[in-house]
């Protein structure tokens, strides 16, 4: 059954980069366990000359790289940040975009003016790069625009 979007109901990973995510807290977190008990599956299932098939990102989330990193940041309970219809950032936590190379994705501390995303950034996305290292992803931390860290980060070969 579609939800009059075209799309059928399900899932929505949180990127941070669009709104929160529907529902209560604990609906939310049990569809993020019922998620991620599906990616480790898919791993179990297609990782098959891994010598440890749940340790390496599968196809699917290399193909998916947003998605995929968005989903093990979540369950790792960082919050993601959420923007309003204005398209700026009314929750301080991670957002998650496309970098323009395959398979790699930019992790980012975002919250609203005079939230202090700033000054936890260093302290958050090294919490985001644990979590992503745990479920073998790669995650490099660089300075950008007006010294602001982020993570790239790209599946583990």
Do not use: K
């Not at 979007?5 to 899932?11: D, L, M, Q, S």
């Not at 923007?83 to 919250?111: I, K, M």
């Amino acid at each position: 059954m579609e939800d009059g979007t075209g799309h059928a109901p399900g899932f929505a990973v949180a990127t941070g980069a669009g709104g929160a995510p529907a529902g209560s807290a604990r609906e939310r977190e049990r569809a993020v366990a019922v998620a991620l008990e599906g990616l480790r599956e898919i791993r179990r299932l297609t990782n098959t000359r891994a010598d440890d098939p749940l340790s390496v990102p599968a196809a699917w989330e290399r193909h998916q790289p947003v998605r995929a990193v968005a989903l093990v940041l979540e369950a790792a309970g960082i919050p993601p940040s959420a923007v309003g219809a204005d398209g700026r950032p009314v929750a301080t936590g991670y957002r998650v975009r496309l970098t323009g190379q395959p398979a790699a994705v930019r992790v980012e501390w975002v919250g609203p003016p005079g939230s202090g995303a700033g000054y936890e950034e260093q302290a958050a996305l090294g919490r985001c790069a644990a979590a992503l290292r745990r479920m073998g992803w790669e995650a490099l931390e660089y300075r950008g625009p007006r010294r602001r860290r982020y993570l790239e980060v790209e599946p583990a070969p």
